[in-house]
């Protein structure tokens, strides 16, 4: 346990509970008047009915000798303790963390298998701005769930099935298959099925055929399958380009399409009437959840099989949860997807819970997420008006990136210069949506994102890059001084000691919250405090010897613990800019 204020918290938890008679939380806080604040004893107090500064004493008493762990405290207003940890205490502690191959951050106690929901575009269509958030938020939460011990199943629910696969596979027919092959293989999707719809649309001979053909697909005719295997492999080979480009986890054997719960959607429907769920209304199969009603307050139905015999999204839903909680034993199910969905999925998880198909500890989890808005406030859009295709974005992104390089360092290598523009210019996209509140809009704008001041990706990956040459400078393997015990003297070597072992709660805050943007702030906060650590401590003129080796540590540890947040984000950090 590396985060100071976990140690003042567990140190200090008993001494409250000799004072209050029972266990009683020190709320323990960080403080803008000392290193950290217990806020305790106005609670103590009030439920004690005494004087709260009394009570802070009484506690100070209990805790008897902790000059191991702090330098002084105070009691300070109406009962505050404020905490000065010694420079001896952080210098182990840091030492200890560094020593760890997870940098000090906790692992799961308990042990989770969690299936991830998230990206799922669809075949035959292009990535657009819109799978932005989805895929990298979904790609963070996967990243934390593994550096901490849990089991992670990545799921890429890819819309691979249904009625207009019919007019796909015919059109693809008409074009050849080859032809259609290669035109999918280059990335043009969109102009594919824009093609097959206005086909679908304006002749009844061609629509006749489609729907002849979903009947033939649902049916499993070998031929059929063939033409629809086409569509989907084209197609994840266009979705590969697109997560290369956004070095994300996904691969192939992530996919698991629509099609792939096309048999359990009839047990779905059997299972329900089975348990008494299911009901008719207006022809169609339902179930009404409780607790979910209408703007009139009438009960609002779970649509599970449609009048005319067609399943329709929650069955392929409830056809997943099965399939997650029964085949996989995943207890954590988590769907990455917008914020319009709240509704549906927990009324899925609703219905689950009634069938026993999602039980305690068993949940569902949405990871809600806002929009993509362009400077007027508006979903963002291309010049011509269309949806802005994520591949485009991507590689607009990198060539702004490599133009920005080549002003700041002009003598990097071409080739280096190409790999750094990638991992600024990606980075810079990335970061620009996982340091917002993934609850909120925001806004996408070039010339913030790629600057290299504030709270950015360059700004950051640069600070990396500095901690870095620092090593180049002085003619040392960074590896040589991760044995020096840093000897903490000075308010900003203080300062850094403290941020960095705040690394453990960073990482457990942005988890149990499902938030990203809270790992981004302390990546900001950390590398900001680095900063003034540079300026006002000299590393490689150091007064000693032992002084310049204690600080060629710290700016080690700071790195490492950069590029390992940033590499939780899905960031690379280079190491020359």
């Keep these: 346990m590396s985060d100071p204020l976990h140690a003042v918290a567990e140190r200090f938890a008993q001494a409250f509970a000799t004072v209050a008679g029972d266990i009683a939380d020190p709320v323990v806080r960080p403080s803008d008047h000392a290193d950290a604040q217990i806020n305790g004893a106005l609670g103590v107090a009030k439920k004690l009915g005494t004087n709260p500064r009394q009570v802070a004493q009484d506690v100070l008493v209990a805790a008897g000798d902790v000059s191991d762990m702090c330098s002084s405290l105070e ?5 505050f303790i404020n905490v000065t940890l010694s420079n001896e205490f952080l210098s182990t502690q840091l030492q200890s963390a560094m020593n760890d191959t997870h940098l000090g951050v906790r692992v799961a106690p308990t042990r989770l298998t969690a299936a991830v929901d998230y990206s799922a575009p669809n075949v035959a269509k292009e990535m ?17 769930l593994e550096f901490v011990g849990h089991t992670v199943i990545r799921e ?22 080859d032809t259609a092959a290669q035109e999918l293989g280059v990335g043009d999707l969109d102009g594919f099925y824009r093609a097959a719809r206005n086909a679908f649309d304006s002749d009844d001979a061609f629509k006749d ?24 492999s084209e197609s994840t080979r266009y979705f590969n380009h697109v997560y290369r480009l956004l070095d994300v986890l996904l691969t192939d054997a992530d996919i698991m399409g629509e099609s792939s719960y096309n048999d359990l959607l009839a047990p779905v ?22 607790g979910f009603t209408n703007r009139d307050g009438h009960p609002l139905p779970l649509i599970i099989r449609k009048g ?22 995943a207890s954590l199910l988590i769907y990455v997807v917008g914020a319009p969905q709240a509704q549906h999925l927990s009324m899925v998880a609703a219905v689950a819970a009634q069938a026993g198909w999602l039980t305690p500890p068993a949940e569902m989890v949405h990871v809600s997420f806002g929009n993509v808005l362009g400077d007027d406030g508006k979903m963002l859009k291309s010049r011509a008006g269309d949806t802005v295709k994520l591949a485009a974005l991507l590689e607009e992104a990198v060539e702004r990136a490599a133009k920005a390089i080549a002003q700041k360092n002009p003598d990097m290598p071409e080739q280096e210069r190409a790999q750094v523009a990638h991992m600024i210019g990606i980075g810079a996209v990335k970061y620009s949506d996982l340091s917002t509140d993934r609850v909120k809009d925001y806004v996408f704008d070039w010339e913030r994102m790629l600057s290299f001041d504030g709270n950015t990706a360059p700004y950051l990956q640069y600070a990396h890059a500095r901690m870095c040459s620092i090593f180049r400078r002085a003619g040392i393997e960074r590896e040589s001084v991760r044995s020096v015990s840093p000897i903490i003297l000075e308010p900003r070597e203080h300062a850094l000691a403290i941020r960095m072992l705040q690394f453990d709660s960073a ?3 942005a988890l149990e919250k499902y938030s990203p943007h809270r790992l981004c702030t302390y990546l900001y906060e950390l590398a900001t405090d680095f900063t003034a650590f540079y300026e006002h401590c000299p590393v490689l003129k150091a007064d000693t010897e032992e002084q310049r080796l204690s600080r060629l540590a710290l700016c080690d540890s700071a790195a490492r613990v950069l590029e390992c947040g940033l590499n939780l984000l899905g960031i690379r950090a280079p190491e020359q800019m």
């Design 128 to 144: 657009h701005v819109g799978h932005l958030r989805s895929t990298v938020i979904g790609d963070c939460i996967v990243r934390l």
């Design 156 to 177: 890429n629910h890819i819309g691979d099935w249904g009625t207009p696969f019919g007019m796909l596979i015919e059109h693809l027919i008409d074009m050849g298959q």
């Design 269 to 290: 429907v059997e299972r329900l009437r089975e348990a008494k769920l299911l009901e008719v209304s207006d022809g169609a199969d339902v179930v009404f959840p409780a």
């Design 75 to 79: 009691i300070a207003g109406p009962g």
């Design 308 to 329: 005319d015999g067609g399943y329709n999204y929650a069955t392929s839903d409830l056809a997943c949860v099965i399939d997650r909680t029964e085949r996989l034993d």
């Design 209 to 232: 055929r489609a729907r002849a053909r979903v009947v033939l697909l649902q049916g499993g005719d070998a031929e059929t399958l063939h033409l629809w295997r086409t569509l989907v």
């Design 507 to 509: 990482v457990w805050d």
